[in-house]
Nanobody, 119 residues
Framework: QVQLVESGGGLVQPGGSLRLSCAASARTLSGVGWFRQAPGKERKLVAHISGFAAVYYENSVKGRFAISRDPAKNTVYLQLNSLKPEDSAVYYC???????????????WGQGTQVTVSS
């Protein structure tokens, strides 16, 4: 089973930017999703990129977040721009199809990286 490691989280002021990385232990042709979970809330899909580079964004992040993948590095990125306090959460990446991701399922999960947006 492929292993995933997220990085790039941190503390940023409102309006700032971060780039999250999800490095896979092996090449995968599967889709990869980014999810987030805030304290007391359910984990929710925010973006997904398929093996054919088709992308999906949850409405609240459209126009602010961008997902991309670098097959040569087995890495998927999530660029977070115009960050808001409500974007604060633990962000997880996961391997799986878009249909799996929409119902919160995946074949493999990373350990998560904390994003905190605060002044």
């Amino acid at each position: 089973q492929v292993q995933l490691v997220e990085s790039g989280g941190g503390l940023v002021q409102p309006g700032g930017s971060l780039r999250l990385s999800c490095a896979a232990s092996a090449r995968t042709l599967s889709g990869v999703g980014w999810f987030r979970q805030a304290p007391g809330k359910e984990r929710k899909l925010v973006a997904h990129i398929s093996g054919f580079a088709a992308v999906y964004y949850e409405n609240s992040v459209k126009g602010r977040f961008a997902i991309s993948r670098d097959p040569a590095k087995n890495t998927v990125y999530l660029q977070l721009n115009s960050l808001k306090p409500e974007d604060s959460a633990v962000y997880y990446c996961a391997v799986g199809s878009w249909s799996q991701a929409l119902i919160g399922n995946a074949d493999a999960w990373g350990q998560g990286t904390q994003v905190t947006v605060s002044s």
